[in-house]
């Protein structure tokens, strides 16, 4: 089965640029897989940031942006602050119906 | 108010079955393709299965096909897993998410989760 990788761990400064990325261990990440990004904090559900790619979440901040960068879907966050520090997941179509999520990134801002 | 709330889950003892429901309110429940996602507590996101929006596509993750049986009623705007020979494995919170698939909706919807414990 096809594993989808993410970073397990990342840091940025607060205000500074991060990418996360994902991936796939056989294969491309495209637009045509659909590719989420959602953030989670301890005792919440996760929160939808990234639809299909680029599409920002309502309510979303527009630091949050979504690509593809070369193979893989990327999730960038310019001028991070605090209240970003979290674990990122994406999620990735595999076609005929399923889905699959990435490990996950935790993200500290520091 | 756009929401979903799962119901359902609980203490239940290893090779029996449960059946967990999720109610959605407040949007066009027919616009969204469905889908239950799981997490053990403290690890990361499973997807589990999903159900188009009229219940004629189905997929399960390798982990619980034929174990697992994703179902949905428009009429009653409801989206149901039943879940047989559970396994300790299973433990975990179910997440109820749904997906706009048409043109007169957009983004995405998460429930707050239902906990399933399998366990002797």
């Known amino acids: 089965q096809t594993v989808v990788t993410q970073e397990p761990s990342l840091s940025v400064s607060p205000g500074g640029t991060v990418t996360l990325t994902c991936g796939l261990s056989?294969?491309?990440?495209?637009?045509?897989?659909?590719p989420g990004w959602f953030q989670q904090t301890p005792g919440q559900p996760p929160r939808t940031l990234i639809f299909s790619t680029r599409t920002r979440s309502s309510g979303v901040p527009d630091r949050f942006s979504g690509s593809i960068l070369g193979n893989k879907a990327a999730l960038t966050i310019t001028g991070a602050q605090a209240e970003d520090e979290s674990v990122y997941f994406c999620v990735v179509s595999m076609g005929s119906g399923t889905w699959v999520f990435g490990g996950g990134t935790r993200l500290t801002v520091l | 108010e756009m929401q979903l709330v799962e119901s359902g889950g609980g203490l239940v003892q290893p090779g029996r079955s449960l059946r967990l429901s999720c109610a959605a309110s407040g949007f066009s429940f027919d616009d969204f393709a469905m889908h239950w996602v799981r997490q053990v507590p403290g690890k990361g996101l499973e997807w589990v299965t999903g159900?188009?929006?009229?219940?004629?596509?189905?997929g399960y993750a390798d982990s619980v096909e034929g174990r697992f049986t994703i179902s949905r009623d428009n009429a009653k705007n409801s989206l149901y897993l039943e879940m047989t020979s559970l396994r300790v494995e299973d433990t975990a919170f179910f997440y109820c998410?749904?997906?706009?698939?048409?043109?007169?909706?957009?983004?995405?919807?998460w429930g707050q989760g239902t906990l399933v414990t399998v366990s002797s």
């Open positions: 998410w749904a997906v706009c698939v048409s043109t007169t909706c957009s983004g995405d919807l």
């Open positions: 159900i188009n929006w009229n219940g004629d596509t189905k």
């Open positions: 056989s294969g491309s990440v495209s637009s045509s897989d659909h």
